[in-house]
C-alpha cells in the first residue's frame, strides 16, 4: 500500500459524458501528479499540483482540468470523454515539494468510454 | 524534449535466468533515474533510483542497475529472476522540471 489512494477503481461511461476522479495522496505530502496510462500512448505526465497550485503541465487535454484542494487531495476532471479517452489514470505524490522524481503511486482508475 | 527508450517491449525467461532490460534517454543535463516496476493488477512501485555517487545502484528484490553517463544508458539487472519478477518494468527519467518521463515500458514474463 503505497498510501495514495484513488477512486473510483473503476468506471464505465459513455462517449460525451463527464467524470471526476479524485485523489488523496500520502500523509505529508504536498506534491500531486496525474498521469495516464494507456496501450498506445505508455505513461503520459499531465499535470501536477504543488500545494494547491499548479506546477507543471503535459500531454493534457484541453477537455481535463484539475485542482487540488486546500486538504491537498486532487480531482481529475475528464469531459466531453471520447473513446480513446479509455485509459487507466494514475494519481502519484511525492514527498513534501521535493523534485527528485521520486513518486508514490496510487493504484488507478480505469476508464471505460462505450 | 527528453525521452527515454526502453530496448525491449516482451522478454519472457525461465526461472533462474539472468535478466537485462535496456533503458536511453535523450537528456544532457543532469538527471534522477528510476526504474518502476508495475506487478499484474497493482500500482507502480518504486524497484530503485540513482541520483548521485556510486553508478551501481542496488534496490530491492535483488535488483540492480548501472547508470552509464557517456552512453546516456541506465540498464536494470537481476542475476537469477523468479515466478513473481513476471511485472511491466518502467524506466524513468526526472531532470528536475517537475515532470517524470516514463519510458514504454518492458513486459518480463518469468516461466516456472
Known amino acids: 500500500d503505497s498510501g495514495v489512494t484513488q477512486t473510483p477503481k473503476h468506471l464505465i461511461t459513455a462517449t460525451g459524458q463527464r467524470v471526476t476522479l479524485r485523489c488523496s495522496p500520502r500523509?505529508?505530502?504536498?506534491?500531486v501528479y496525474w498521469y495516464q496510462q494507456s496501450l498506445d500512448q505508455g505513461l503520459q505526465f499531465l499535470i501536477q499540483?504543488?500545494?494547491?497550485?499548479?506546477?507543471a503541465k503535459g500531454n493534457i487535454l484541453e477537455r481535463f482540468s484539475a485542482q487540488q484542494f486546500p486538504d491537498l487531495h486532487s480531482e481529475l476532471n475528464l469531459s466531453s470523454l471520447e473513446l480513446g479517452d479509455s485509459a487507466l489514470y494514475f494519481c502519484?505524490?511525492?514527498?513534501?515539494?521535493?523534485?527528485?522524481?521520486?513518486?508514490?503511486f496510487g493504484e488507478g482508475s480505469r476508464l471505460t468510454v462505450l | 524534449a527528453q525521452s527515454v527508450s526502453q530496448h525491449n517491449h516482451h522478454v519472457i525467461l525461465s526461472e533462474a535466468a539472468s535478466l537485462e532490460l535496456g533503458c536511453n534517454y535523450s537528456y544532457g543535463g543532469t538527471v534522477n533515474l528510476f526504474w518502476y516496476v508495475q506487478y499484474p493488477g497493482q500500482h507502480l512501485q518504486l524497484l530503485l533510483k540513482y541520483f548521485s555517487g556510486d553508478p551501481l545502484v542496488k534496490g530491492i528484490k535483488g535488483f540492480e542497475a548501472e547508470f552509464i553517463k557517456s552512453k546516456f544508458s541506465f540498464n536494470l539487472r537481476k542475476p537469477s529472476v523468479q515466478w513473481s519478477d513476471t511485472a511491466e518494468y518502467f524506466c524513468?527519467?526526472?531532470?528536475?522540471?517537475?515532470?517524470?518521463?516514463f519510458g514504454a515500458g518492458t513486459t518480463v514474463t518469468v516461466r516456472a
Open positions: 500523509s505529508g505530502d504536498l506534491s
Open positions: 524513468a527519467v526526472n531532470n528536475h522540471d517537475y515532470k517524470l518521463s
Open positions: 499540483y504543488y500545494n494547491g497550485e499548479e506546477r
Open positions: 502519484a505524490s511525492s514527498h513534501r515539494g521535493a523534485n527528485t522524481g521520486e513518486l508514490f
